[in-house]
């Protein structure tokens, strides 16, 4: 008897863990679009802080680089992974305009990705600042 008890104790553990698995994976999902959300909501109530093509501030680390304001902001947005599609919409200029902002970023960043540019973003502390 002892053996069937431990094998049931076991098989209950068993499921217990594994629903608490199940729960973390949702908790995961539900995290990231939740800080999806409020990167876009920050976004559209942020107002942008060097309209059109003014350069940074030379004590701004995005300064180093020659990156415009509007350069950074779409900088930031795609390290936090939104698309062009969204970054236009929340910056009011076209997917086009996207582009070429990208364009520029990975030309003064030296980098072919979106991914490059984020890490490079994140190491060189270009974002939030």
């Known amino acids: 008897m002892c053996c069937g008890r431990h094998a049931e104790v076991l098989t209950q553990a068993h499921d217990a863990i594994r629903v608490v698995g199940d729960s973390l994976r949702v908790q995961q999902r539900l995290l990231a679009l939740l800080n999806a959300a409020c990167e876009e909501i920050r976004a559209e109530c942020s ?3 060097l309209p059109g093509g003014r350069r940074e501030d030379a004590g701004h680390p995005a300064a180093r680089y020659g990156l415009t304001g509007r350069e950074r902001r779409v900088l930031e947005l795609v390290a936090a992974g939104l698309t ?3 970054i236009a919409r929340l910056l009011r200029i076209s997917e086009k305009t996207v582009r070429n902002h990208l364009h520029a970023v990975f030309a003064k960043l030296g980098v072919r990705s979106r991914t490059e540019a984020a890490l490079v973003a994140v190491r060189e ?3 939030n600042g």
């Open 47 to 49: 107002p942008d802080p």
């Open 84 to 86: 062009n599609r969204k």
């Open 125 to 127: 502390n270009l974002l």
